[in-house]
């Protein structure tokens, strides 16, 4: 008899039923067992640590600029490092007022010296908000107190971490023979399902995990609120911590589409103020590599094939291409839209960027950028560029006597347009 007679069928039907039934039971009881889990699963969708809330690049209040009263002051810092007493002693060295000065500093505020250093430099910065940019330091220890807030709002999470806190009070997850010792206790201890909960290349307890455990909400709310580029459109100055580039790095210098080879499209070609306005926003926000988080923090050089680089042996310094922009740069003389331009000039004005993070490179100054970062984590010095009226073009007087001009290690430069500025440095202990 064929199975495909009438019995056979409907037990053959019966069968796919049963079947139909017991996947669909099974499969409901892992779904539900992976809901449970879910926290754990293998691909774990974790939320934005990087908190850039669109605030990339902030326009600097006006009111700071020293234009219009000759005894106001913008001193720019370079990297602190949680030195907090070399940063007393440079603001002695220059007699800061705050109710006349305004601090900027460049980035990376804490992570060399020790975690309590660390904790008085972010109360300073936070409590008196000065203004400043993101360092890669303080985007690393923004991301891990992101990090430990998602994890305080799993169940079981405030356990994890005290316990290994408490465990693990000198280990330094940042050296990799301590990070093995860790990484075991993890694998073996009843913590080990936490594993999956840290990002891929993540390791915890390093220096930039105790600054972030350590820090307060406030701490926290400072540094999330600072954007990666300063900008003063009025000074033609930005502000970064690494570096930005002055074209596109794989176009020739006049191709059209580099933000510099052309006037912008302003109404009033003779309004110079929004001609340059305009050209340094293309600048700051058509260059891809200028939009780019990692890029603006950790850059050195471009490598000749026009890749950026976090090294500082690989390619060009980003500032010597910079200033060989800014430097063809023919101001006044190329107002006229029509105008054809040399190879050798372009039809822009130049503009000026201070920046830290390349400690290697020490004082760093061309004529149209400024590189602040002297090691003081490295025990050399803590150096600041202090702006006046002077520095900018619409002042006529004379720099302020508010500063030793014969202070031992102080020198002036000549900044922007046609002003001048002070360098003052301190020798880090
Ligand atoms: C850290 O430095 C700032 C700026 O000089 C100073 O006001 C503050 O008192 C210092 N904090 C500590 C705890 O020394
Ligand atoms: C930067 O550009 C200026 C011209 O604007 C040039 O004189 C100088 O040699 C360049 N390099 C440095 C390091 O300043």
Request: charged share 20%; glycine share 8%; aromatic share 10%.
């Amino acid at each position: 008899m064929s199975i495909w007679s009438g019995d056979g069928l409907k037990t053959c039907f019966s069968f796919v039923v049963l079947a139909f039934f017991l996947t669909f039971v099974f499969v409901a009881g892992v779904l539900q067992e992976v809901k449970k889990n879910r926290a754990f699963d293998q691909k774990i969708d974790f939320p934005d640590f990087g908190h850039y809330n669109g605030n990339f690049i902030k326009n600097m209040p006006h009111s700071v600029l020293p234009i219009g009263d000759q005894r106001k002051r913008i001193i720019a810092i370079g990297d602190i490092h949680g030195m907090n007493s070399s940063l007393t002693d440079l603001l002695d060295e220059i007699h800061y007022n705050p109710k006349r000065d305004s601090l900027i500093h460049v980035g990376d505020l804490e992570t060399r010296a020790t975690i309590h250093d660390s904790i008085d430099v972010l109360s300073f910065m936070s409590s008196n908000k000065i203004l400043g940019v993101r360092g890669n330091n303080d985007q690393k220890v923004i991301e891990w107190r992101a990090w430990m807030n998602w994890i305080l709002s799993h169940p079981g999470g405030r356990e994890w971490l005290s316990v290994m806190d408490k465990r693990w009070p000198n280990l330094d997850g940042d050296k990799r023979l301590q990070r093995t010792e860790l990484e075991n206790w993890v694998e073996t201890s009843k913590y080990a399902s936490w594993k999956k909960m840290v990002p891929t290349g993540w390791h915890p307890l390093g220096k930039h995990y105790r600054v972030a455990r350590a820090m307060s909400p406030r701490h926290f709310e400072y540094l999330s609120s600072l954007p990666l580029v300063l900008h003063s459109p009025t000074a033609h100055v930005v502000f970064v911590h690494a570096g930005l580039l002055s074209s596109h790095p794989k176009l020739q210098a006049s191709d059209p589409r580099q933000p510099l080879s052309h006037w912008p499209t302003v109404h009033d070609q003779h309004d110079i103020a929004k001609l340059r306005k305009q050209q340094e926003l293309t600048v700051l926000t058509e260059i891809p590599e200028n939009k780019d988080p990692w890029t603006v923090t950790n850059i050195k050089s471009v490598m000749d094939t026009g890749i950026v680089s976090p090294s500082p042996k690989k390619g060009t310094p980003w500032s010597q291409l910079w200033n060989d922009t800014m430097s063809k740069c023919s101001g006044n003389s190329g107002t006229n839209a029509g105008k054809s331009y040399q190879p050798t000039s372009l039809p822009c004005y130049p503009f000026t960027v201070i920046y830290g993070h390349a400690a290697g490179r020490g004082l760093d100054i061309k004529r149209w950028s400024i590189g602040l970062d002297t090691g003081c984590s490295y025990g050399r010095q803590l150096s600041a560029v202090v702006l006046d009226g002077s520095s900018f073009s619409s002042a006529t007087h004379q720099f302020g006597d508010n500063i030793h001009a014969q202070a031992p290690q102080s020198q002036e430069i000549v900044f922007g347009d046609n002003g001048q500025a002070r360098i003052v440095s301190v020798s880090c202990a």
